[in-house]
């Protein structure tokens, strides 16, 4: 299983940016996809989850009313649409699958990880 993540960038305060994973698995039943970030000197925390089969999104507070986290069956990928970013949302962002359905931020239980797409948000 291999995950790509794409789309950080350069932003300002207050712009949208969004993130996509895309996944080689084609059949991902009972997976949980997470989004976590990780800023310089900071563990890293989990910013958005989903099930690949059954949607139930969960947010960190951080990112809740902000971020949206969804899937595209089709394209094989799963979006972070951030909204309204703030400095502190700077930070290296990857997503990680794991297999089962019950919401998990434990990094630990994330078994496939992407390789990570910087966010840089200046004030």
């Known amino acids: 299983v291999q995950l790509q993540a794409s789309g950080g960038g350069l932003v300002q305060a207050g712009d949208s940016l969004r993130l996509s994973c895309t996944v080689s698995?084609?059949?991902?039943?009972?997976?949980?996809i997470a989004w976590f970030r990780q800023a310089p000197g900071k563990e890293r925390e989990a910013v958005a989850t989903?099930?690949?089969?059954?949607?139930?999104?969960r947010y960190a507070d951080s990112a809740k009313g902000r971020f949206t986290i969804s899937r595209d069956f089709a394209k094989n990928t799963v979006y972070l649409q951030m909204n309204s970013l703030k400095p502190e949302d700077t930070a290296v962002y990857y997503c990680?699958?794991?297999?089962?359905?019950?919401?998990?931020?434990?990094?630990?239980?994330?078994?496939?990880w992407g390789q990570g797409t910087l966010v840089t948000v200046s004030s």
């Open positions: 989903i099930n690949w089969n059954g949607g139930n999104e």
């Open positions: 698995k084609r059949t991902f039943n009972s997976y949980t």
């Open positions: 990680a699958a794991r297999s089962g359905s019950y919401y998990c931020t434990d990094s630990k239980e994330y078994e496939y």
